[in-house]
């Protein structure tokens, strides 16, 4: 939220990606308050190699996936930068 509020982050793919994490935060924030600290879980996915892979909720999906896509857009976004800056020193030359 500081990122988003003091305007370091000017990717509206990262903006998106960011709210992702915060929304998914906040819905087990509210899970946690409203349920007496437990987190209600309710996707069970039945991995086959694994017993009991894995019990998650909505807001579980959106805070891994919003991270994933956060380290893919800094790493897109780095790399752009970087091309960006090589190709203004080889004008420079």
Known sequence: LY???TNKIKSWFLHIT???VVAGGLGNLIDRLFRGGLVFDY???NFAPFENFAVFNFA????????????IGV???DYQENKKNKLSQQEGE
């Open 3 to 5: 990122f988003v509020f």
């Open 18 to 20: 960011g709210a992702m």
């Open 43 to 45: 996707i069970d996915v």
């Open 60 to 71: 579980d999906c959106l805070v891994v996936v919003g991270v994933i896509l956060v380290i």
């Open 75 to 77: 790493f897109v976004e």
